[in-house]
């Protein structure tokens, strides 16, 4: 059985001052909620704020901090850059990686993807791996073999055992930011298509404990619906977890679809 996991990627939003105010209101919600630990809650802050959201929530149930990309060398000429081992040392347990915003805008293709997913593994950083195709792409129906792609392209030379450290994160980009939502068929389809993807190449027990989350205009309003779908083990959540209220009422679909 899968455990359900909410994350909230905050992109390049709030400074340190709005960030604090945020992570407090969201530890005070979160603390108030019953049943908080049947659902893994992960905050994705910029990386400026990540000491301080690592620290406020150490020792905290169930709610950890999470980095939003990292270089795959742990140091180096990299001008600008944020190694793993940096992230992991500034008390991170996450980070995501492969957001269609980080392909798009700065190109970033399978092969420095599945470096890394390497760096994060080294450094015992959960990698969060993002999927998903562009509108285009569905309508001409490669959705599928588009997915497939990217996933096979960047993990599939990882071991079944390091596989089983991944999160996957399918996030139709069409649904990114723009209010347009997969709807829950077309979310469990494609989360149905990944885990037997996984199931090929590396069997059932691997396919059925990774938690494949949705990502794409999910919100306090139809995550409950997506959630109950069997594949769809919680979501990667952006515009909502900048709103405290959006993001616990999120959480609480996750507790409510849990089944543990
Ligand atoms: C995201 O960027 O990962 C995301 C899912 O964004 P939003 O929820 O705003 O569509």
Not at 102 to 116: N, P, Q, S, T, V
Not at 170 to 195: D, K
């Amino acid at each position: 059985m899968r455990q359900k996991i909410v994350a909230g990627n905050w992109k390049m939003n709030q400074t340190i001052d709005t960030a604090g105010t945020l992570l407090n209101e969201i530890v005070a919600l979160h603390a108030q909620l019953e049943h908080s630990s049947k659902v893994t809650t992960v905050i994705c802050p910029p990386y400026l704020v990540i000491p301080s959201c690592a620290q406020l929530l150490s020792g905290k149930d169930g709610i950890f901090c999470g980095a939003q990309n990292c270089h795959n060398e742990d140091k180096g000429a990299y001008t600008g850059e944020i190694s793993a081992e940096m992230i992991a040392t500034a008390g991170s347990q996450y980070v995501i990686l492969g957001h269609s915003e980080r392909r798009m805008y700065f190109k970033e293709d399978a092969i420095f993807l599945k470096k890394k997913v390497q760096a994060c593994l080294s450094h015992n950083l959960i990698p969060i791996f993002c999927c998903g195709e562009i509108q285009a792409e569905r309508e001409s129906g490669k959705h599928q073999e588009v997915v497939e792609a990217q996933i096979r392209e960047a993990l599939f030379s990882f071991t079944a055992d390091e596989m089983l450290m991944l999160v996957i994160a399918y996030e139709p980009v069409w649904a990114i930011g723009t209010g347009l939502t997969a709807s829950p068929a077309q979310a469990q389809e494609m989360h149905h298509f990944i885990r037997s993807i996984l199931q090929k190449q590396y069997g059932s027990a691997v396919a059925e404990a990774i938690p494949i989350l949705y990502g794409g205009s999910c919100n306090a309003a139809n995550a409950e619906e997506l959630f109950s779908q069997a594949d769809v083990d919680g979501g990667l959540i952006g515009g909502a977890s900048l709103k405290s209220a959006d993001f616990i009422a999120i959480i609480s679909a996750a507790i409510k679809t849990s089944n543990l």
